[in-house]
């Protein structure tokens, strides 16, 4: 499997931006489509974005649409969530994960194969 570790979540203010990024390690990373997460308290774990192997295509959730933008740099073996004009209700922790289908955009959770620990992204009113 691969190992992925999150960073960059911190607080923000709202209309803020953050970038959050995921470190790979452990196997190609080339071979994996990433995709991002998020889980506020007390709600289930939900899909944000994923991006295919080659970064050539990308989905990304209703509620994100138009601010956050999903990115990789392969030969970093780094996946990127550029997130924009930040509301309260983005506050969660954020999950990047690894798809061994390196050409799916999969929106659930059980389709992945590897998760990282998770960074908090905490946007204030």
């Known amino acids: 499997q691969v190992q992925l570790v999150e960073s960059g979540g911190r607080l923000v203010e709202a209309g803020g931006s953050l970038r959050l990024s995921c470190a790979a390690s452990?196997?190609?990373?080339?071979?994996?489509?990433m995709g991002w997460f998020r889980q506020a308290p007390g709600k289930e774990r939900e899909f944000v974005a994923a991006i295919n192997w080659s970064g050539g295509r990308t989905y990304y959730a209703d509620s994100v649409k138009g601010r956050f933008t999903i990115s990789r740099d392969n030969a970093k073996n780094t996946a990127y969530l550029q997130m924009n004009s930040l509301k309260p209700e983005d506050t969660a922790v954020y999950y990047c994960a690894a798809d061994r289908d390196q050409s799916g955009l999969a929106r659930h959770s059980i389709e992945y194969d590897s998760w990282g620990q998770g960074t908090q992204v905490t946007v204030s009113s």
């Open positions: 452990g196997r190609t990373f080339s071979d994996y489509a």
